[in-house]
């Protein structure tokens, strides 16, 4: 007897050392830091916004820096993309929320792409733009928050555009989309270094030079110059900086270039954009007060998610047990059937009900639907606006979706007729019916292509200071392959076909000229009694708010560091309507059970998972990389965190 007891608590101790230590058991370190952080998606970048921070920059001037340096590598993203950001000012003690998200152009209709034979807007090609967002959106955080010149911020941007050393993740992008590249004159002189060829595309090592973007780029640092010369102030110089690219003759090459290859912006919609501080949304979830972007993002369904699952004890539950992975899979599956029919550009609809959706009381009731022994596989968005005093406008729509769905989505080859039926619809943006391909609940799955578009990636900036700046940034738009619009050296966005183009889908993301689509890209920040906790982001499409929720709930339930949360093994989910790829129906609906589980899934939690009605698929990775940063307010210190998955990287000091 005395030797088993002996044996227990031998056991006992080395369980309470080996977690002890779990912190070390990471595949990459914890950055530490007390007087800056600054974490991205290239080593280059990151490095940019270390060298900004020497020079005495802040958080904000820091992560430009990088924003300008990944644009400039082709971090699945380039300059004609869109920014967007939640900052933390000290000076106030508020979170700021940046919009730079571009809007569709002029002509750019429902009727538009219906006679084009869409279904949604194409995934390439100049049709598949909305105007730049990331110039402006750089340009506005620099003025108004940050504390040096877009001559010293770009600085490392301009020089990588001279030259830099490529790397292999990007060199064989090019090489691996060479074949759309070759049908814009302007991106095949680019990306295309050695035509005709085995490889055409660069090497990786290879010096990779850019020359018109850094034209571009330098006449954006002229003006500024001159703007300084004639006795205008910082923030004006960055400003004329801005007008320069937006009205002037960076415009005029911009748009000449994208309309010569069949694109529609023009240069009255390049004038009137202009990048929106706004209000985050939040909501509080154990005390813990989480900020996200407004309903033109997805963001909100990450807080709609923690609502719902402040109803259950899921650290009872224990880490990626089946009954936690059930419960959550759920949650997150009521959440995104709200996302994908009541969310969309705010500036073009009246009576979106995001107080209700976010809402402790709705979330109950959504709570009440989750079976604890069987995924659910036909949630529908529910119906938030009695929880905050109105009526749903968009009962019978609701039910001709629920309709539509059950019969395949479009099975008698049409959607039902839902143009401008209810007041609240001429708002939202209501279409005419649109004639859908045949789409059967057992069409063929090219499950490979599907996740391709459910995790198609971007990049991500994290930044913080002593001074108490903090900045989470998903920047993206223009990734490989990118239609280059004339001599700018700058890709084209391809957000438009994030829009849809019948109101039975999403009535308030119907595209219409100079409206916003409703993007996957989801910055966030978190806020403890107070004080800045947590800054984070991630890139992957539509799973974004599925790693960034559990990311979020590994630190705050599970008790995991930043690190080990960036590293954790997260579930994906099938079960939404894709943002992002396919031009078909058929291509981008929910596939009800279907989830992404790790490789190191126990035996026992995979046959649980599977009597509860899932379809499992098993990777090394299932997170895009996550970036974070730690405020540690206990010892006035700063954690970064970096994924194990992909090239980003931190540098804290």
């Known amino acids: 007897m005395r030797n088993c007891l002996s044996l227990l608590l031998i056991s006992g101790f080395l369980s309470i050392n080996i977690f002890s230590v779990r912190a070390q058991l990471t595949q990459k370190p914890p950055l530490h830091g007390s007087h800056w952080m600054a974490v991205t998606g290239k080593p280059l970048a990151a490095e940019a916004g270390a060298q900004i921070f020497q020079k005495g920059g802040n958080a904000i001037d820091a992560a430009c820096a990088m924003l300008g340096a990944v644009c400039t590598m082709w971090d699945v993203l380039c300059w004609g993309g869109e920014t967007q950001a939640v900052i933390y000012n000290p000076k106030t003690g508020k979170v700021i929320a940046i919009n730079a998200l571009g809007y569709a152009p002029t002509g750019a209709t429902p009727a538009f792409f219906k006679n084009k034979g869409y279904n949604f807007p194409p995934e390439y090609g100049p049709l598949a733009a909305v105007t730049p967002g990331t110039p402006g959106g750089l340009c506005y955080m620099l003025a108004e928050y940050g504390t040096m010149s877009l001559k010293e911020v770009l600085a490392p941007a301009m020089e990588m555009a001279k030259g830099y050393a490529i790397e292999a993740q990007t060199a064989n992008s090019f090489e691996s989309q060479k074949r759309r590249l070759k049908e814009w004159p302007y991106s095949k002189a680019l990306f295309l270094t050695h035509p005709g060829e085995k490889r055409e595309a660069p090497e990786a090592g290879e010096i990779f030079v850019q020359k018109d973007l850094l034209e571009t780029l330098t006449k954006m640092v002229a003006a500024e110059t001159d703007a300084l010369k004639h006795k205008k102030s910082r923030k004006e110089a960055i400003y004329a900086a801005c007008d320069r690219f937006y009205k002037g003759d960076i415009a005029q090459e911009f748009v000449r270039g994208c309309q010569e290859q069949g694109g529609l912006i023009t240069m009255e919609d390049l004038a009137q954009w202009k990048p929106v501080a706004e209000e985050p949304l939040h909501v509080s979830y154990k005390g813990i007060e989480v900020y996200k972007l407004q309903q033109w993002t997805q963001g909100p369904s990450m807080l709609q998610a923690l609502n719902i699952l402040e109803n259950f004890d899921l650290k009872g539950m224990g880490y990626n047990s089946s009954r936690y992975i059930n419960t959550l899979y759920q949650a997150m599956s009521l959440s995104f059937a709200d996302r994908d029919f009541y969310y969309g550009d705010p500036a073009f609809a009246s009576g979106q009900p995001m107080k209700g959706l976010l809402s402790k009381d709705y979330a109950k009731q959504r709570a009440a639907l989750i079976a604890d022994d069987h995924n659910v596989p036909d949630f529908a968005p529910g119906d938030p606006y009695p929880f905050e005093g109105r009526t749903n406008p968009f009962a019978d729509l609701l039910r001709q979706r629920s ?239 970096s994924s194990n998955n992909g090239e980003d990287y931190g540098i804290g000091w």
Not at 478 to 490: D, E, F, K, S
Not at 538 to 550: H, K, S
Not at 606 to 624: C, V
């Open 403 to 641: 309709n539509w769905i059950r019969n395949g989505g479009g099975g008698n080859n049409t959607a039902p007729s839902t143009g401008g039926s209810m007041n609240a619809m001429s708002d939202a943006g209501a279409s005419d019916a649109l004639a859908f391909d045949h789409v059967s609940p057992n069409a063929p799955f090219d499950e490979n292509l599907y996740h391709d578009r459910l995790w198609r990636g971007t990049t991500s900036i994290e930044a913080a200071d002593q001074e108490g700046w903090v900045i989470s940034v998903t920047p993206s738009g223009g990734w490989t392959p990118a239609c280059i619009a004339g001599h700018t050296g700058v890709g084209m966005s391809q957000r438009m076909q994030s829009f849809v183009l019948d109101s039975i889908i999403d009535p308030f993301n119907v595209v219409a000229p100079h409206k916003r689509p409703r993007v996957t890209l989801t910055p966030s920040l978190a806020l403890k009694e107070g004080k800045p906790f947590l800054c984070f982001s991630v890139q992957g499409g539509d799973t974004q708010d599925q790693n960034l929720l559990q990311f979020f709930l590994d630190i705050v339930e599970f008790g995991m560091t930043v690190q080990e949360a960036t590293e954790a093994a997260n579930i994906n989910s099938d079960q939404l309507w894709l943002s992002l790829g396919g031009e078909k129906l058929d291509d981008r609906r929910p596939r009800p059970g279907h989830i992404l589980l790790g490789n190191i899934t126990p035996p026992y939690v995979r046959q649980e998972l599977r009597k509860m009605g899932y379809t499992a698929t098993y990777g090394d990775r299932t997170s895009g990389p996550i970036n974070a940063i730690y405020l540690d307010t206990k010892h006035g210190t700063i954690w970064g965190g």
